[in-house]
């Protein structure tokens, strides 16, 4: 799957001089081959992934597929839940415990706007030591979230209007190959909020669609407000499945419950994603309920176990289009039109395109530099070339894998603490530190890494 941003989709410039075959020229006089289209794609792709059906972990398994099948970007660079990020700076704004979940929850169903607004497609898959950094400057305008029935006790402090532009840091690399995690941190101390965790993804081919879920390292995302007093919500993945594959259009679709909490406030989401309804009709339903719970209890994973007198609001709409919500315990559907709140339009929005640090100032392991003779190939119809290149990549990685066994040696990330620890939460090493700080100011120049683990 890629970001469909023209920053995700095209080479930033030419591909730099390297003794490196993956990271060398596109050779001119590769021949150009015909572009396949989507049918043809999603034929080949059936084809491999038949050979996968019953495999427990098919994100594990880790096979390779030919470059024609490939979006031409990165994993890492596609990968992030910063599709809106002007949502992600206002969670800590209200006053209210209530008006920050609400504010949390207008981001959850941001985050992943790519899906609502691409086609599901199939980026490079990450490589161990591989990292990827950019920023965002956004306007700090989000409107308030109404949290209380009587508008005159509301407290909630409004985002600053205007022309004011927060910046946001990001930084992610790939701590794990054998299972494949990478970590993640979201910088903005201008707005007193940050946010990590570690991506995994375990997935399953049924013979008719992919289930993907959360892998074993992967406990959500963990978000963070410093000018809260360290609130911390943890926002957990639900299941999801990429179907369409035998009727030649992928589409994304969820069936599944996630969880919101907050343990400083005792305030919890259960979020049910309702995919099909009356005789078998797709409708990308989503019914929710916020509600105070017990930390030292936390034993609610259904709405229909959540008590009356604990619920704060009640959420309900189409995560793909409009999502609502309702002060107070009253069911939803009982609630009048009038008195039911717009928490997000999703209609209007597309993805923000994200800032990335120019190549020549780039490391050689750094996302878009390290792929960047295989995404030069694809992009110009050199797929065999693009192939043949990927696959120098995957062998070299293998063969460097092998040198450590024989000497025992583990590998160790750069720029966080440790592959898949501290658990759910990772942290970030003095050079992890540093580069979020240069990113701040504009400056993208970091020391070349004493070791790389592909090449």
């Known amino acids: ?25 596109t050779p001119v006089n590769a021949p150009v081959e015909k572009a396949p289209d989507d049918g043809s794609k999603l034929k080949t792709f059936l084809g491999v992934l038949r050979r996968f059906i019953g495999v427990s972990d098919l994100a594990a398994v880790r096979f390779s597929l030919p470059a024609q099948l490939l979006e031409p970007t990165p994993n890492l660079e596609y990968w992030n839940y910063l599709d809106r990020p002007e949502t992600f700076i206002s969670i800590g704004d209200s006053d209210e415990p209530l008006g920050r979940m609400l504010g949390t929850l207008r ?10 607004k691409g086609k599901p497609c199939k980026p490079y898959n990450s490589t161990l030591g591989e990292f990827f950094r950019c920023t965002w400057d956004v306007e700090d305008t989000q409107p308030q979230l109404k949290h209380s029935p009587n508008p005159t006790n509301s407290s909630s402090a409004s985002s600053v209007a205007g022309d004011k532009r927060v910046r946001l840091s990001y930084l992610t690399e790939q701590t794990s190959h054998h299972p494949p995690v990478s970590a993640f941190y979201i910088d903005c101390p201008e707005k007193g909020i940050s946010a990590r965790g570690f991506d995994q993804l375990s997935a399953k081919f049924t013979g008719t ?78 019914v929710g309920v916020i509600f105070k719970y017990d930390p030292n209890n936390d034993n609610k994973t259904k709405i229909k176990d959540v008590s009356d007198k604990d ?3 009640r959420i309900e709409g189409c995560w793909q289009q409009k999502v609502y919500y309702t002060l107070g315990n009253q069911p939803f559907a009982k609630t009048p039109e009038k008195d039911r709140n717009l928490l997000i339009d999703l209609d209007p929005l597309s993805v923000v395109p994200k800032n990335i640090p120019p190549i020549e100032e780039q490391l050689p392991n750094e996302s878009q530099k390290f792929w960047e003779g295989v995404t030069n190939a694809i992009v110009n119809k050199q797929y065999s070339l693009a192939t043949t290149l990927k696959q120098e990549i995957e062998d070299k990685q293998r063969k460097k894998a092998a040198e450590r066994k024989e000497t025992g040696k583990e590998w160790q990330p750069r720029f966080f603490t440790g592959s898949v620890t501290p658990i759910g939460r990772p942290d970030l090493t003095p050079d992890g530190e540093e580069a979020l700080k240069r990113l701040r100011e504009d400056k993208y120049a970091l020391e070349p890494n004493k070791e790389y683990a592909a090449f």
Not at 11 to 16: D, G, K, Q
Not at 110 to 116: A, E, R, W
Request: overall charge neutral; aromatic content about 8%.
């Open 107 to 116: 981001f959850w169903f941001t985050k992943d706007l790519k899906y609502v």
């Open 209 to 286: 669609n992919i289930r993907v879920v959360a892998g074993a390292h992967n406990l959500g995302i963990f978000i963070t407000l410093a000018s809260r007093d360290n609130e911390e919500y943890q926002l957990t993945h639900p299941a999801a499945y990429l179907g369409g594959l035998l009727r030649g259009s992928l589409s994304v679709s969820v069936a599944d419950s996630c969880f919101v909490t907050c343990a400083k406030s005792k305030i919890k989401v259960i979020l049910e994603y309702l995919e099909e309804g009356w005789l078998g009709r797709t409708q990308n339903k989503v």
């Open 311 to 313: 619920v704060l609001a």
């Open 1 to 25: 799957m890629a970001e469909s941003s023209a920053n995700s989709l095209a080479p930033t410039s030419a591909a730099a001089t390297s003794n490196e075959p993956s990271r060398a020229p």
